[in-house]
C-alpha cells in the first residue's frame, strides 16, 4: 500500500476519448477533484488515447466541454502542463515499450506470436462445461507459440523477419490476488481463470493496462479514485506493479450508477426515462453545474447528515472516500431537478441573468440587459431549468402562436372580447405604460363591466402567454409593452371572438 499519510495526494482523472463523456465520468472526477482539494493534493487530467480503433476524435472536444462547463479544473494535463508531460498516452508509447521491454528482460513478460486463429484453437481444444473459454496463461502457455515455448533462436529469427507478436504478462498460475480498497475492504482474486494480460499490441501500442499502470507510477499517483466497472481490472494492475517492483497506489471503486429500472444507467435511459447520459446534454437540458455536481456528489457518497445542499467549499470538507457506498446507486432525475431548483432560487438575480442570456444568445434573439434581467426577476421562482425560459416562457419572445384549450375553455367567456377591447383602450389612452397604469386599466374595467378583477386577468394573460398561469400579470404586462400587449390582445379577440 502506499503511504498514504506522507506522500502527497496525487489523483487522476484518466478517460478513454472513446465517446462523449458520460455522467458516471464526471462523478468520477468530481470525486477525484474532492479528495485532492480535501488533501491539498493535485488533480491531474490524463488522456488514455491509446485504443486507436476506439478513438472518436470529437469526443476529447467533448470532454473538454464538460470538464469546462462543470468548472472541475485540473492542476496538471493537456493545455495546463505539468512537470509529467505529455498528458496524452498516444504520446508516451516510448514509456511503453521500454517498460514492456524491462518485463520481458526480468521474465515477467514475453512474446506471443500466435495468431487469432490458434489461440480460438487452444480455447476449443480445452473448452469444457465447467470452463467454456480456458484461459491463455499457466495451464495452456506452453503448447503456444510464444518465447516461453520457443527455443531463444526461433524466436530471434521471428523477431527478425517482424512476425507479428504481442507482450503478454506472465501471470502466476494459481494465486490470490489482494489488495486494500477504500470503499471495499480487502478484495480478493483468483489468478486462475485470467488470461496472461497482454501488454502491447501487435503496433506496438500498449494496452490500457500496461499505459495505466506506468503512468500512475511515473506520474507519482497515490490514490487510484475509479469505477467499479475497472474493479477486475486491478488484480492484473496489481501484479504489474509487482512485476515492476513498485508500490501499488491506493485504490478506491465507486460504485456503479444504476437506472432507476435496475441496470446499469444506459443510453436506453436516456431514450426512455429522459434521463440525460452525456455531461454535454445537462448544459443543454439547463441544469446548472453546481447542482449537478451537488447532486453527483451524494449520488455514492453520503456526509453521515441530513444535510443535503452543499457549497463546493462544504464538499471539499465533508469529503471522505470510507464514507462512499459499496453497492450501487439509483439515479434520481426528480431528486436532480429539486437539486436545480434549490440553485436556481437562491442564485443571485445577476447570475440567473447572465445564465438565461446564454440561451437567448444561442437562438440569437435581439434583447438588452435590462430586459433579461426583469424577466429573470418574473421567472427566477417559476423554473426549475433555465432553458424551460425558452420553451415553457416563450412569450417573452414570441407571440403565443395557440391558446391552450384547457385554458380557454375554463377561463375565456363570452363576456371576455368586449373587456379586452376596453381594456386595449384604456391602454392606448393611458399616458405612461407603467405598472400602475395596467394595473388601473384592469381595475377600471372590471368596475365598468361589474365583474370581478379574475374575469380581466385570465384573458389578458391568456392573450399575452397563451394560457391563464404564469408570473404577476401587472409587471409582465409592463415587461411587454404597450405595443405588444395591445398586438396580442388584438390577437386574441380575433381568434377567439
Ligand atoms: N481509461 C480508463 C477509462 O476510460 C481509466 C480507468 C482508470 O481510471 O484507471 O475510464
Redesign the pocket.
Known sequence: MADSASAPVRV?????P?GRLHIG?LR?ALYNYLFARKHDGDFILRI?DTDQSRYVEEAEQDLMRALAWSGLEYDEGPGTGGPHQPYYQSQRSGLYQRFAQKLIDSGDAYYAFDTEEEIEAMRERHASDENPSPAYNASTRMEMRNSLSLSEDEVQQLLDEGAPHVVRLKIPGNETVRFEDEVRGTVTFETGGLDDQVLLKSDGLPT?HLA?VVD?HHMRISH?I??EE?LP?TPKHVLLYNAFDWTPPTFAHLPLIMSPEGGKLSKRDSNELGIPVFVTDYREAGYEPEALLNFLALLGWNPGTEQEIFSMEELIEAFSLDRVGVSGVQFDLDKLNWYNEQYLRDMDIEVFADRLREHIAEERLPITRERIVAIAGLVQDRVSKISEVMTEHRYFFEDPDSYNEACVEKRWSETSAALLRDLAEAYEQAPAFDRDAVEQGMRTVADAHDVGLGKVIHPVRLAITGRTYGPGIFDLVVLMGRETALRRIDAVIEELG
Open positions: 487522476r482523472f484518466a478517460p478513454s472513446t465520468g468520477t488514455e490500457y495505466n500512475d487510484v475509479r469505477g475497472w481490472s
